[in-house]
Structure formats: structure tokens, C-alpha cells
């Protein structure tokens, strides 16, 4: 075997190899704790090879350096391994023992704990062969010492018993002649032992001294740091005053603050209240005095009896009207349904009127007969002469309603029930036909040209229930997340009446505190509300949570659009870093040198003629620029944008 084979076979053995550990360890730690017999180790040490002697070295890391022309330090070899044998650590005596174990390893790799009869049968054979310190030693760590304890005990008695008559038998007269050597050599270690004790006990004295001194340093260093913590606990306790002092001062300034924030928004709701009171209250009155008017008119013309019988035969009508709008909604595309939709509140709206007119048709007084009249209605101008030249306008939304701002400056608002009816959402586009009545106010009709977005609309849309809550206070409450919990404005519960648990729509402003009813149901009309609840506007429903505007994702791109108005585009090219190129499609010869160029082609077809259409998609095809066509609103143009990025920005990646 080489060395460096027996140097790897000791290692397995010492870091216990599956085979090897529950062997030899019992023995290990038994012999740990006993002395440590190490003049029968030397007599084994003498048996030994010197490849196994160097393997040991190696495996021990004895700095041993070895060479083939000189003899092995067996006297430095034994040096270092009683020194190790010296040790107090468990670990160095285990190290030890796994030495002697692989220097025994020929006689143990084949036993087992039972077979220790075999062993000792066989003692002489493999004295002669091996040595006799090395059965000796391979009997001490035997398998079957654990088991076979009593014949184990005495064949160790026995074996060293045997092996004093040996050695004695053994002993040279140069032993007897070099005791008086080893009795000088005793000696002189004793003398250099006191000699050693001497200078230690001066060098102890020497450290007590320092030590001393060092103690009191210690002492003082320990009185000052007592009285810097005491000083650090007195600032301590005066920086928690001054922070206690800050903290309340600060918190009377933020009470102060949110007591003028809340009397601002107070006052702010007052005027705004104010406002609309007075808007609703003009146009009313508009509205009253124009239907008081046409009930003379009718009233002189026809008696009641034939009044009576046009208003059945007009509600006959008008419940299979409304039948089958609603059969047409239920299978409507999610486009027509808010158009659907307003056909039958108008139709429902007109029956209530009438039903109520038909009940109240005794009685003297008109203004009560105007009363009925919804403020959803668009007021009709009753003067042929009334000026019709339309302005277009873009519309703006607010959590009740809305207002409309026209080319020329001037605006006007719009009520929530005239913005269900014509479905109008955030920056959407309408043409506005102005109407003079006869007491001079302006009233308009609106038609919608290019519908908005009400994702980036100031406000937000739940569905929820009405609550009265403690003190009478009424609040509307989210279906989804109770959390979100406003007070009821107090304009919608004197105009509105809700009860308690009634479902509804609701809008909060984005800054607002108020919840403003956009719907509200009755409990008796339980699944109609449901059905509302699906299918009305869910681009408001899905903006529960804020959507940030994207980053410019057309940057250096060329937009052309043929159709409609530029502003209505401006704001949503903006939005994606690119320019845009506009034509209204009656001169679409302006913009084809620029066409050519661009990088992608938008048309509206409900407002370009099929001349700008045809003649601006042959350049197109020519250039391979991608081609689309909005589908009437902003948010169909962001969509379009958005998911063909790619598609638009490749002829700036090539």
C-alpha cells in the first residue's frame, strides 16, 4: 500500500465511515477515559514501518520534513506523538487512538464483536507474523470488548502479565548503566524548572502590580461613565418633554387646519349647492311656464272628456313601446344599450306624467300640473324664431352631472339625468343646438359626436346601498368594500328620499367627501336595479382604483387622422409622446405629403367623406403604413394606440 493511500485510509477511519464508526468507537471512547499507557504506545511505535510512520506524520501534520537520503527522525517522530498524547482535548487523544487503530488495521478489519475466541485462538500465529505490540494493542481495541467483557479482561491481564516476564527477561546491563545518566539529566531539569518558576513568580508579581493600576482606571472610568449616563437620562428626559410639547402643539395646528379645510369645503359645497339651486330653479321656471303655456293651449282646444280618451289610448301605446325596447335591450350590444335605455325611462317617465296629469286634471291651479315634469327632460324652445346655429362643444363630468364648454367660450351645465340619457362620458364631443325662449333664456340640445372616457374622469362610480346611520346622518356605502362609506349630500336626500337599504349608484369626486346619487332603486324594484348593475357604465365601475396616464410610448412617431375636429384627438396623441396630423376630410389633398411619412393612419368614418377615406388608404398601402378606424369614442383611439405600439413604432426600429 502506498502512503498516500494509507495517509486516505486513516482519514476514512477518522471521519467514520458507515462501515468503520460503530466498530471502533465504543472502544475509542473508553480508552479516552483512561491513562494513557504510553510505554506499551512506544514498544508498538518501535514495530512500526517507516512508510507507516511517515503516513501517520503526514496524516497528523507533523512538520517533519522527510528525505531518501536521510534517515527517519524517529527520535522528533516519538517527541511529537507523546506531546500529542499530552493534550487534554478529546479530540487529539481520539486522533491518537484512531493512529493506533490503523496501525493494527491488518488484525481488526476482519473481526466482529463475536469473534474474540478466534482472536486469542490465533494470538500466537499472528505474534509471529505481526508483532506482539501489535496484537496487544489490536486486542485493546477489539469489536468484542463491549461484549465479551469478562474474557476480554482477563485475556488483557494475561497478555500483559506475559508481556513484563518479557521484558524484564528483556532489560540490557546498559539500562542498569545509564540510570545515573538519567539521574543527572532528572536533576538538571529540576534545577532548570526552579529557575523557571523564579522568573514566572517575578513576572506574576510584575502583572499584579499592572493590574492593580489597571483596576482603578477601570474604577474610574466606571465612576464617569455613571455620571454621563446620568446626564444622558436628564437629556433624555428633556428631549421627551420638548418632543410631548411639539407633538401636541403640532397636533392643535393640524386640528386647526382640518377645521378650516372642513369649513372650506363647506363653504365650497354651500356655493356650489347654491349655484345649481339656482340654475335648476331658473330652468324650472323656464320649463314651467312653457308647459302651463301648451296645457292652456291644449286645454282650450279639446274638453276633458277627449282628453281623457287620448291619454288611455297614449298609455295603451306606449307599455308594448316599452315592451319591446326591453326585449331589444336584453339582446342589444353593450354600445346600444345606453341609447336603449333612455328610450324606456323617457317612455316610462312620459307615462308617470301623463297617469299623474289624468289624476290631477280637476284641479284649478297649472303650477301644480308643472310639478310633475322631470328635470331629465330636455326643454323644447317654443319660439319658431329661436336662433339654431349649432356650436360643438366638449363635455365635462362632475360627480352630479356635468358641464359643456362650446368653441366660443360659453358653457353650461348638464344634470346627471341628462347625462344617462345621452350616455355622455368624460371629454366626450357634442354638438350643441341653442334654443331663445320667450323670457330670454337660452336653452340647448345636445347630440353626441364623438363619445369621452370616463376612465380619466375626476370622479368615481360604486354600486352600493343607502344606510341611515346614527343621528339620523345618511350615508352610501360600496356593495364591494364596506370601508368605502360617504355621507349622503344633503341635496339628493330633501330631492331624492331614500330609504334605508335602497341600492343605488353613486359618485364621489376624486377630492370629494360627499356621495352624490347617480341611480337610485326602490326595494320593490329590486331586480331592475340588478339588471342596472350589470350593465351601466362599466368603465366608471372598473375605475375603482387610480390609473395613472402611461408613459409616452410613441416617441418620435407621426399620427395623421382624418375625421372630425382636431382638439377632439389632441389630448389622447398627447398622452403617447407622438404628433399629430389632422384633417377634417374635406381637403385630405393637404395632408398626403405628410401622409407619406407618418407612421400610422386613423380614420373617423362617421365624419369623413369616402373621397379623404379612399384617396388617403391608397398612400397608405402604397407607404405600408397601418391603417385604423376609431369606433366613435377616445377610449377606442387609447385602445388602439396602446395595443398596436409595436405595429406603429416599427418603421422607427428599422
Not at 354 to 375: C, H, I, Y
Request: proline content about 4%; glycine content about 4%.
Amino acid at each position: 500500500m502506498s502512503e498516500k493511500a494509507e495517509v486516505r485510509q486513516i482519514s476514512s477511519l477518522t471521519e467514520g465511515y458507515e462501515e468503520q464508526k460503530p466498530t471502533f468507537m465504543q472502544a475509542i471512547q473508553e480508552e479516552i477515559s483512561l491513562p494513557f499507557p504510553i510505554d506499551k504506545f512506544r514498544f508498538l511505535i518501535k514495530e512500526l514501518s517507516v512508510q507507516q510512520k511517515r503516513a501517520i506524520a503526514h496524516f497528523l501534520n507533523f512538520p517533519i520534513v522527510f528525505s531518501k537520503y536521510k534517515k527517519f527522525p524517529d527520535a522528533l517522530f516519538q517527541k511529537l506523538l507523546f506531546q500529542l498524547q499530552k493534550h487534554y482535548l478529546t479530540s487529539d487523544r481520539e486522533r491518537l487512538c484512531w493512529v493506533i487503530i490503523f496501525a493494527v488495521l491488518d488484525l481488526l478489519k476482519n473481526e466482529a464483536p463475536g469473534s474474540l475466541e478466534t482472536f486469542l485462538a490465533t494470538k500466537e500465529e499472528n505474534i509471529l507474523k505481526f508483532g506482539r505490540w501489535h496484537v496487544y494493542w489490536a486486542l485493546r481495541f477489539h469489536p468484542g470488548r463491549a461484549i465479551e467483557r469478562t474474557s476480554w479482561e482477563e485475556a488483557i491481564r494475561e497478555f500483559e502479565e506475559g508481556l513484563e516476564e518479557k521484558a524484564s527477561e528483556a532489560k540490557s546491563p546498559e539500562n542498569d548503566r545509564s540510570n545515573d545518566e538519567k539521574q543527572s539529566v532528572i536533576e538538571q531539569k529540576l534545577k532548570n524548572e526552579f529557575a523557571l518558576r523564579q522568573t514566572k513568580e517575578k513576572e506574576a508579581q510584575q502583572l499584579r502590580k499592572e493590574l492593580g493600576a489597571q483596576t482603578k482606571k477601570l474604577e474610574q472610568f466606571e465612576k464617569e461613565k455613571q455620571q454621563l449616563a446620568a446626564e444622558l437620562l436628564i437629556l433624555k428626559e428633556e428631549a421627551l418633554k420638548q418632543k410631548a410639547e411639539a407633538e401636541a402643539y403640532r397636533n392643535q395646528l393640524e386640528a386647526r387646519l382640518n377645521r378650516m379645510k372642513q369649513e372650506k369645503n363647506d363653504l365650497q359645497d354651500l356655493v356650489k349647492e347654491t349655484e345649481l339651486k339656482v340654475q335648476e330653479m331658473k330652468a324650472n321656471a323656464v320649463k314651467a311656464a312653457h308647459e302651463v303655456e301648451q296645457w292652456k293651449q291644449r286645454h282650450e282646444k279639446k274638453g276633458p272628456g277627449n282628453t281623457q280618451e287620448l291619454i288611455a289610448l297614449l298609455l295603451k301605446s306606449l307599455l308594448p313601446e316599452s315592451d319591446k325596447l326591453y326585449h331589444e335591450l336584453r339582446q342589444a350590444n353593450p354600445e346600444n344599450a345606453s341609447v336603449l335605455r333612455a328610450q324606456i325611462r323617457k317612455i316610462f317617465d312620459l307615462i308617470d306624467l301623463l297617469e299623474q296629469f289624468r289624476q290631477e286634471t280637476g284641479q284649478a291651479q297649472p303650477k301644480d300640473l308643472v310639478q310633475v315634469s322631470e328635470p331629465s327632460f330636455e326643454p323644447v324652445p317654443s319660439e319658431p324664431e329661436a336662433s339654431r346655429q349649432s356650436c360643438v362643444g366638449t363635455f365635462y363630468r362632475r360627480d352630479h352631472g356635468g358641464y359643456v364648454v362650446m368653441e366660443d367660450g360659453k358653457s353650461f351645465n348638464v344634470t346627471e339625468s341628462m347625462v344617462h340619457q345621452h350616455g355622455l362620458e368624460h371629454e366626450a364631443e357634442v354638438q350643441c343646438s341653442p334654443g331663445r325662449q320667450q323670457n330670454g333664456m337660452t336653452l340647448y340640445e345636445i347630440e353626441l359626436l364623438l363619445q369621452g372616457d370616463d376612465t380619466y374622469a375626476p370622479i368615481r362610480q360604486f354600486d352600493g346601498y343607502v344606510e341611515l346611520g346614527n343621528y339620523f346622518t345618511w350615508y352610501c356605502v360600496d356593495i364591494n368594500n364596506a370601508q368605502n362609506r360617504y355621507p349622503l349630500h344633503r341635496r339628493d336626500i330633501e330631492i331624492q328620499q331614500p330609504n334605508d337599504g335602497d341600492p343605488c349608484l353613486f359618485n364621489v369626486a376624486d377630492e370629494g367627501r360627499f356621495a352624490r346619487l347617480s341611480r337610485l332603486y326602490r326595494k320593490t324594484k329590486q331586480s331592475a336595479a340588478e339588471q342596472e348593475f350589470k350593465a351601466y357604465k362599466p368603465s366608471l365601475l372598473r375605475r375603482q382604483a387610480e390609473k395613472p396616464k402611461p408613459d409616452p410610448f410613441l416617441e418620435n412617431c407621426k399620427i395623421v387622422i382624418v375625421g372630425g375636429l382636431r382638439k377632439w384627438f389632441e389630448g389622447v396623441v398627447a398622452e403617447t409622446g407622438a404628433t399629430l396630423i389632422h384633417d377634417s376630410g374635406d381637403a385630405p389633398e393637404r395632408i398626403h405629403a405628410d401622409l407619406s411619412k407618418a407612421d400610422a393612419l386613423f380614420f373617423l368614418l362617421t365624419a369623413t367623406s369616402h373621397r379623404a377615406t379612399w384617396s388617403c388608404v391608397e398612400i397608405a398601402k402604397q407607404k405600408q403604413i397601418p391603417h385604423f378606424v376609431i369606433q366613435g369614442s377616445k377610449s377606442n383611439l387609447r385602445m388602439l394606440l396602446w395595443e398596436n405600439r409595436e405595429l406603429i413604432t416599427r418603421k422607427q426600429k428599422i
